[in-house]
């Protein structure tokens, strides 16, 4: 039996990877007879151990040859929903198949059990995951590859435009060019000024582009990141302040360890990787100490209003503490000396 595993965070990009998959299978073609069943809607509640969903048909139906074409394709969307129990129990068939059926498994957004991913694996399936990844080099590739694919091809000024658009809403991506492959027509070469009227609202962005806005002293810039995060990140304006707060605090810390001469040492005194810690340290000794103060007083007065000392709107709050970090990092351009 072949086996598939459809598995990522964000449902929709699943339910594109699945489709996908079942065309390239011929899913209900006259090469395959498709079983569709959906253990999502049927999946337990929080803290719930048993399942309201019944494997045995699935269990069945693998189990059964297909009279009617040359292979049975038996999917199971929402596998994130499934309990231990039945995961274990589906994963003894994926090991020992009875019949040259094909499963493919669909994550659903959830979590899929482990049981399950290492049972496909070790069954020599195919596991496709739809997420990005968080580095910024995980999703340049993802993008890269799913750009390569396309039935439209962008120039580089209109690559760079979609990717910056986007932000972290990777979801947006396929939409968009099915619309450029629907309004130009495939095999088209798009610029930038074709992309933007198919562009709509601007996605997310990460939450490091915010910080690095702030550190190089793009006021603009940064306020422009943030309304993304309030916005289509739908982000409150308190869990960007834990953004803040973590950034100043480090930024702190570092300034703290006098010892602390390259990223290596800074990241073994973070507990990050060495790329965030690197650009830290540089922003440390480009502050200087009373500059890495002053960030943190702004912060804590941020965190104080947003609280309800200070009758503002909280967008305007944030809005305020982030313009200040900016100009901390603007009035910055020679490095401060370093405390004694």
């Given amino acids: 039996m072949t086996s598939y595993l459809v598995t990522g965070s964000d449902p929709s990009l699943v339910s594109r990877a699945l489709s996908g998959l079942l065309e390239e299978l011929g899913?209900?073609?006259?090469?395959a007879e498709l079983e569709e069943y959906d253990a999502e809607a049927a999946a337990p509640g929080e803290g719930e151990e048993t399942s309201r969903f019944d494997l045995s048909p699935v269990l069945?139906?693998?189990?059964?040859?297909?009279?009617?074409?040359?292979r049975r394709v038996v999917v199971l969307r929402g596998a994130g929903g499934l309990v231990a129990a039945q995961a274990?129990?589906?994963?003894?068939?994926?090991?020992?198949?009875?019949?040259?059926?094909?499963?493919v498994l669909a994550g659903g957004g959830r979590s899929v059990p482990q049981s399950l991913l290492k049972a496909v694996k070790?069954?020599?399936?195919?596991?496709i995951e739809t997420d990005p990844g968080r580095g910024s080099r995980a999703r340049t590739e993802w993008l890269e590859a799913h750009?390569?694919?396309?039935?439209?091809?962008?120039?580089?000024t209109a690559r760079r435009r979609l990717v910056e658009h986007i932000g972290e809403d990777a979801a947006r991506l396929d939409p968009i060019l099915e619309l450029a492959e629907a309004t130009y027509g495939a095999g088209r070469k798009l610029g930038a000024s074709d992309l933007e009227p198919l562009l709509g609202e601007e996605g997310s962005a990460p939450p490091w582009e915010l910080t690095d806005a702030i550190d190089a002293g793009d006021g603009a810039r940064a306020i422009h990141v943030l309304h993304r995060l309030l916005g289509a990140g739908d982000r409150h304006p308190l869990q960007v302040l834990a953004t803040l707060n973590r950034h100043v605090s480090s930024l702190l810390r570092l300034d703290g360890a006098e010892?602390?001469?390259?990223?290596?040492?800074?990241?073994?005194?973070?507990?990050?990787s060495a790329f965030p810690a690197r650009k830290l340290l540089e922003q440390a000794r480009r502050?200087?100490?009373?500059?890495?103060?002053?960030?943190?007083?702004?912060?804590?007065?941020?965190?104080?209003?947003?609280?309800?000392?200070?009758?503002?709107?909280a967008e305007l709050v944030i809005e305020v503490a982030v313009a200040r970090l900016a100009q901390l990092s603007r009035s910055s351009a020679r490095p401060a000396p370093s405390r004694r």
């Fill in 27 to 31: 899913g209900g073609g006259p090469v």
């Fill in 147 to 156: 750009l390569a694919r396309s039935p439209v091809h962008l120039d580089a």
């Fill in 259 to 272: 010892r602390v001469r390259s990223a290596e040492e800074a990241a073994s005194v973070l507990q990050v």
């Fill in 88 to 103: 274990a129990e589906l994963a003894k068939v994926v090991a020992a198949p009875a019949t040259d059926n094909v499963l």
């Fill in 60 to 70: 069945s139906a693998l189990a059964t040859p297909s009279w009617l074409s040359e």
């Fill in 122 to 127: 070790a069954a020599g399936g195919r596991i």
């Fill in 287 to 313: 502050l200087g100490h009373d500059r890495i103060v002053r960030a943190v007083e702004v912060v804590a007065q941020a965190d104080a209003d947003l609280r309800g000392r200070l009758a503002w709107p």
